[in-house]
């Protein structure tokens, strides 16, 4: 018997992927040696570049003016490696004084120049890599530039000028921020992370535009469960009265943050029993903790047979009331339904925290 | 007569085995572009300073843990004690102890101080009667749920989800050893994107490194063949395939080993499949035809650094159950969502993504298989044209060993692992070696695996555990 036929096309084909493959093989081979070679290189380097310039780095952030001139005379191509070193740290150390230091360091190393040159590169990445630099840096001479970057064509320069105005925390920049509030194409929990960096400040900025925007109203009570006040309350006892059920269970999610007082109490108890369950729930989160004297206990231990979400808002809203509302969750826990056993889970866990 | 129909035929597979396994390596060059520009992109997204947004939110999401565990008697306290360092406070953990024979309660009560404990909550996901509810009077995040055996990750799984209190739920093995950051790098998509319903994460294998208290100290390739083989097969399903397909949107597989989910979402789909051979594949796949057939705007996330890692099975017998469930679970999923296939309707997922797994995983194993079959018969009849035989067995070596040094390649920008001299040097006679035998096994796997689908034959087998103490 003979081997079977194979056409030489067919044969010469194989060949061909043959040779295509060891090619191929090698060509992948060459690239993890390479890429290896120089992650292997990086590493050396900058070991050998931190063990010479860290004593100075930390003499230097010490106030030591000597170890600053050292670091201004490091050769150029080192320069940005060691601002990486110096600015990397700020990232989880916020300390002012530090932060302050590095900043000088930075300028006697002429490397601000570098950065405004980077904020105009064409490369994305360059121009996102200085913003975050700048804001962690506290460089409010920059400011402008930042919020400017906010307009980036590039989703990702948009988001690094989001996170270094959080840094930043430069009040000129708060009107920017709140102003994009709005702007879904900045991630959603930036835009929470840079208003809640402002604390309070932001409050009377979302106050105006919530009144001349009502469109957006959502939103400014979302952003007052995050920097609300006593100073929103008036503000938002109008907004529990808004057609939107999204809006008014914001607006009762923002009053839990903000506290309540008589006038509001009475709003959350009036909308305890809302159509719409959102709204019962966040009524009775607002009234957590309240201890005013509109007795809101009997209308809360009516909602422990609610809708799942309310019943739990309602139980939590008992336990803070003292007494009488530890005393509403006795008698239902006593109960083998689903609200007995909520109310049981609640006094146990007041009982094991205590 | 019959001899040259034969060598007709030879001559006709011969050509359809050629050409399958150009298209294979061709496809698998072809997603590297795509799997590497996701990378890069991944790379400068997920900055140091942006996921630092976890730590600068002033009330991060509530994110579950959820833990199903089935005699872990072994592993579990360490698992838990890891867990309850991750870097991310907003979260709670829900052990589920799912009719363990072992002593997996008792480890639990004992070293976290459980006490039986009130706790209300809806099931909306049907699962096995609920036995008993412990909290930890030590770690007040720690919940345990003690169910009567339910025969099924899927179904200790939806009982965690109800129990559940977070917005997202995140499903890790009982063995699944995190990343100190894992929660936090795989939350911070779901801070940024609403639209986002899933994140899975890259999954290493823990066999050959250190782990000391629950964390991996030191990483190394292992001594064992079959566990080196699989950490490439890893590397090759993790980044590769599927940074491929995350990059077009079209996930398919959130392994079972690490995936975080929108409670609500899991929930609408109907939870975890209590039948499902395959379960993690299989409400993956859902949640993608959920979203897809709702019109509705969504993203399944991937993030390729390792947040987890896995023990892989050491011994041939562990391995060959795991891969017989694990076709198992491939054939019945695509069973059962035959309708995607090819279907414009559900985007690139079922004009891309199941026509190439079709293509490449259901049929693969039973083309290779029957490719070997048949050169071992041509060979003992004496038909074997040993040069055009040689020549083939060389374009598979290489193009085999190709995908798997760029697989190597991806991993290294990614993670940076098994880095030292030696390992490079093992790692490439690995991708050499698992082409002369190893492949042919898995596919002989495939085929049995296909058999006992069809004939619904084969259970869930047992895999060999040991303590992370002993892994080295």
Redo the contacts between chains.
């Keep these: 018997m003979s081997e079977y036929y194979l056409s030489v096309e067919f044969v010469n084909f194989a060949s061909r992927m043959f040779w295509f493959g060891a090619i191929l093989a090698a060509t992948m081979l060459s690239a993890v040696i390479l890429e290896r070679s120089v992650y292997g290189y990086q590493l050396i380097r900058n070991q050998r570049l931190k063990d010479r310039y860290f004593p100075y780095i930390r003499r230097a952030l010490d106030g030591d003016q000597t170890a600053t001139r050292a670091l201004v005379k490091c050769p150029p191509r080192y320069r940005l490696i060691i601002a990486e070193f110096l600015i990397t740290p700020l990232i989880d150390d916020r300390d002012p004084v530090r932060i302050a230091r590095t900043l000088e360091i930075v300028r006697a190393m002429a490397l601000i120049p570098t950065a405004e040159r980077l904020l105009r590169s064409r490369l994305w990445w360059r121009r996102a890599v200085a913003i975050r630099a700048l804001g962690l840096l506290q460089a409010r001479k920059q400011t402008a530039a930042i919020i400017a970057a906010l307009d980036d064509l590039n989703p990702l320069v948009r988001a690094a000028a989001l996170d270094a105005l959080t840094d930043l925390r430069d009040p000129a920049s708060l009107s920017a921020i709140v102003v994009r509030l709005q702007d879904a194409s900045l991630h959603r929990g930036r835009r929470a992370a840079a208003l809640s960096a402002f604390g309070k400040q932001g409050e009377p900025f979302l106050l105006d535009l919530a009144e001349i925007d009502s469109d957006h109203r959502l939103n400014y009570a979302r952003a007052l469960m995050l920097c609300g006040t006593a100073i929103a309350r008036p503000a938002l006892c109008r907004w529990t009265r808004d057609p939107r059920p999204n809006v008014r269970a914001a607006t009762f999610e923002a009053l839990a943050h903000t506290g309540l007082d008589e006038q509001a109490a009475a709003l959350a108890i009036e909308c305890l029993e809302s159509a719409e369950s959102s709204v019962r729930a966040m009524a009775a989160r607002a009234l957590r903790g309240w201890s005013g004297s509109v007795n809101a206990v009997p209308n809360l231990a009516k909602h422990l047979d609610d809708e799942w979400p309310v019943a739990v808002q309602a139980a939590r809203a008992l336990e803070s009331m003292g007494e009488s509302g530890l005393a509403e969750l006795r008698g239902c826990s006593s109960r083998s339904d689903l609200a007995g056993i909520l109310a049981k889970q609640i006094l146990w866990e007041g009982r094991a925290r205590c | 007569m019959l001899?040259t129909e034969?060598?007709?035929v030879?001559?006709i597979f011969?050509?359809v085995v050629?050409s399958y396994f150009?298209l294979w390596?061709l496809a698998q060059?072809a997603m590297s572009p795509v799997a590497s520009v996701f990378l890069w992109r991944h790379e400068?997204?997920y900055?140091?300073?942006?996921r630092?947004?976890v730590?600068?939110?002033?009330a991060p999401p509530l994110v579950s843990v959820i833990v199903p565990a089935c005699n872990e008697e072994l592993t579990i306290a360490e698992s838990i004690r890891a867990l309850l360092e991750l870097d991310y406070e907003s979260r709670e953990i829900v052990v589920v102890n799912d009719g363990s024979t072992d002593s997996t309660l008792n480890v639990l009560q004992r070293t976290f101080q459980l006490v039986p404990?009130?706790?209300?909550y809806?099931q909306p996901l049907p699962t096995e009667p609920v036995r008993g509810v412990y909290?930890s009077?030590s770690e007040?995040g720690l919940i345990v749920i003690d169910k009567v055996n339910g025969r099924s990750k899927a179904d200790a799984s939806n009982a965690g989800i109800n129990a559940a209190s977070g917005v997202a739920v995140l499903i890790v093995d009982a063995d699944t050893v995190l990343e100190p950051d894992a929660l936090s790098r795989a939350a911070?998509p779901f801070?940024?994107?609403?639209k986002l319903v899933a994140v899975g994460g890259n999954i290493a294998i823990t066999n050959g490194s250190r782990i000391e208290h629950g964390r991996i100290t030191d990483v190394a390739l292992p001594r064992s063949w079959l566990a080196r083989f699989q950490i490439v097969e890893y590397m090759r399903s993790f980044l590769l395939f599927r940074l491929a397909c995350a990059a077009v949107n079209g996930v398919v597989i959130i392994s079972g080993a690490f995936g975080l989910f929108r409670r609500e979402t899991v929930i609408a789909v109907g939870g975890y499949d209590r039948t499902a051979i395959g379960e993690d594949m299989d409400l993956t796949i859902r949640l993608q035809r959920y979203c897809r057939t709702r019109r509705r705007p969504f993203r399944i996330g991937f993030d390729p650094h390792p947040l987890g890692w896995t023990q892989a099975p050491e011994d041939r017998q562990s391995l060959r159950s795991q891969r017989y469930r694990w076709r198992r679970g491939l054939l019945q999923v695509f069973w059962r969502q035959r309708g995607m296939i090819g279907n414009p309707r559900y985007g690139v997922v079922g004009l891309l993504v199941l026509p190439y797994m079709l293509v490449f995983e259901v049929l693969g194993p039973l083309l290779e298989t029957s490719g070997c079959i048949i050169t071992l018969l041509?060979a003992a009849?004496?038909?074997?044209?040993?040069k055009?035989f040689e020549?083939?067995i060389?374009?598979s070596?290489?193009?085999g060993?190709?995908s798997t040094?760029?697989a190597?390649?991806l991993s290294?920008?990614a993670t940076?692992r098994y880095?030292r001299g030696r390992d490079?040097m093992l790692l490439?006679a690995v991708s050499i070696l698992e082409n002369c035998g190893y492949r042919q096994i898995n596919s002989w796997w495939g085929c049995v695996g296909t058999l006992q689908a069809i004939t619904g034959k084969g259970g869930w087998g047992v895999m060999k555990r040991r303590s992370f103490e002993s892994e080295r």
């Design positions: 001899t034969a060598l007709s030879l001559s011969s050509i050629v150009v390596n060059m400068r997204r900055t140091r300073r942006a630092a947004l730590d600068r939110l002033a404990a009130p706790l209300a809806l909290r009077l007040p911070l801070l940024e994107d609403p041509a009849l004496g038909l074997l044209n040993w055009y020549l083939m060389g374009v070596v290489l193009f060993t190709a040094l760029l190597v390649l290294d920008i940076h880095m490079l490439v």
